[in-house]
């Protein structure tokens, strides 16, 4: 399905990912942790397309298809997702028109009927109860004053509502209480499925109690410095990233 | 329907109240014996040939404002002519194939029909059409209910009291330069009068009046609506309307008398000209309206075409508890520019005033916010709120507020609230990350920011505003 070879890419002439090679097969899940600054979210947004991330070497293919030539929005509706860090507001735009127009669109390059205003009233207000969010959530602009819990839950339901095939989770579990942890690793595990695999971006080993990954990498100065099952990200979270005998240094991006 | 409406009246109306004036247009100029004869050509009562003469006079004295943050290249008034028929057919163009393909395309994207399309570009054509029973039942239940409706020539002729009475009465004849010169020249516009204690039973719109393209560059309307009535009433639409005059100066008077509501709501979409900013419309318009005891006047706008845009809605908030309200959307593009806002003055008590106004510039165009709030000295606890919110696309354009506030009584209270953003790249990254394209991303954030306005629209108006802000916004991504 998503076949990274040998990925190069920075920002304005600097290099953060140097060298990436990961192929995730349909209906499995990846975690990738690492200490800050290993690229783990420029990896995100050199999938997804964002403007000023250049890629200088290497591949990346989604179910064959050359991800790296396309638009953002035509990786979108190719069915690759990111759940943001940090979600953007946007005021006076209510997050029902919002998610209709980016289903719509979806569909539309599926050459399926867009759905109408009813027909997708009963989608968004199911998802929103899977992600626990009050129905009123529909009418509110976008993450208009949401809570960081909040904004992270309504990313999971566009993940549920739009139904990608690929879904990067960029620390979707950063800034959660339990509880919320909880409802957002419940709305990832309804989403599994045979066709669809997930990147999940985390520091710790907690969300991956409640999302198994299938596998887990290690992410150190741009390249996947090792690669295990689940056990390897209880062994991070017992003994950091110290056993594995780079010298890395912190940095902000 | 509205479009077959639109032409049945059309068609009415030409017949109806041009015939014996089609053969004339006058030659350019302007003196006293031009106002002289378009006023006998009109039929008109001495007494508004006095009026107009005397704006003649006194807009002679005057001198064109220079003080708009505006560009505006001088405007030679002699050589245009002050009266014209409508176009014959063989001096408009022949067919759509003869008209600007970005105007056309425009309409087509708006799915405006084709034979409306002709319309709007002036195009010859006869048109046959068979809704004229729609009109008639338009007509009727408007007199059943008493209201007034017609254009203001034919309200000269026929309600000489009402039009004698209030026609200066809000914008005084000799108020400012372009409303001077409308006053002497003007050659049409509507009338309305809503009785007592009448709420209009449908909205009235200058659709159901004529077709705008032959009303001419002076433009003239009066509302009046007496004690205890209510209005709402819709001017221009959102199709870009091509004109051949190039200065648009236009009048609107309001007048509420005690306890009446009026709700005036414009969209104007003239022609901004080619990419170079040729060939738009100047749009000088003088809107005030005067409320009395207990009323409530409500100006609502969506300011998209014209090259320029000089524009200030206003309200003399004359009775006690009376309100004032402005809420506008400007946006620019191109080379376009606009200087527009509002005047809210308080004069009686507890007079409340609320103004938002949403700015949206793209392109190299400049948009500024001109408001002035003024507290008289018997306005005891009057209120003001003001919020003027800019939104930038790009980085050639400009955003502009000058608020002016003046309080001569220490019980009022003034608030003015200003923000100035950006449509931000993480908004727009978050928008096609989920699916949707840069064009519509911009628009989608654009409608969100000014959604305060668009839902004081009428439902239908405010569909027509967002898709008209969407397709204005075509190609200033990027």
New interface residues.
Partial sequence: MLSIQNLHAGIEDKSIIKGIDLTINPGEVHAIMGPNGSGKSTLGYVL?G??GYEVTEGSATLNGEDLLDM???ER??AGF??A?QY???????SNM???K???N??RE?RKQEPYTAGEFLKLAKEACKQVQLPLDFLKR??NEGFSGGEKKRNEIM?MIL?QPTICFLDETDSGLDIDALQTVANGVNSQRDPNRSFVVVTHYQRLLDFIEPDFVHILADGKIVQSGDASLALKVEKEGYGFLGINYVEEDV | MIDELDLALDRKYEAGFVTDIQSETFEPGLDESVIRRLSTMKGEPEWLLEWRLKAYRSWLEMESPDWANLDIEPVDYQSISYYSAPKSMKDRPQSLDEVDPELIRTYEKLGIPLHEQQMLAGVAVDVVFDSVSVVTTFREKLAEAGVIFCPISEAVREHPELVKKYLGSVVARNDNYFSALNSAVFTDGSFVYIPKGVTCPMELSTYFRINELNTGQFERTLIVADEGSQLSYLEGCTAPQRDDNQLHAAVVELVALDDAKIKYSTVQNWYPGDENGKGGIYNFVTKRGIAHTNARISWTQVETGSAITWKYPSCILKGDNSVGEFYSVALTRGRQQADTGTKMLHIGKNTRSTIITKGISAGRSSNAYRGLVKMGPKADNARNFTECDSLLIGDKCGAHTFPYIESRNPTAIVEHEATTSKV????M??????????E?AVS??V??????VFKQLPMEFAVEAGKLLEISLEGSVG
Avoid: T, W, Y
């Fill in positions: 997804s964002r403007d638009d953002i929005e979108a509706v997702f990111l943001f979600p953007v507001e946007i005021p006076g735009v028109v919002f998610m127009e980016a289903v669109a979806a390059a602009g976008v566009q739009l | 931000s790249d993480e908004q990254f978050l928008c096609q990350q989920r699916g949707l394209d840069p519509k989608m954030i409608n969100g920011f000014c959604k305060e």
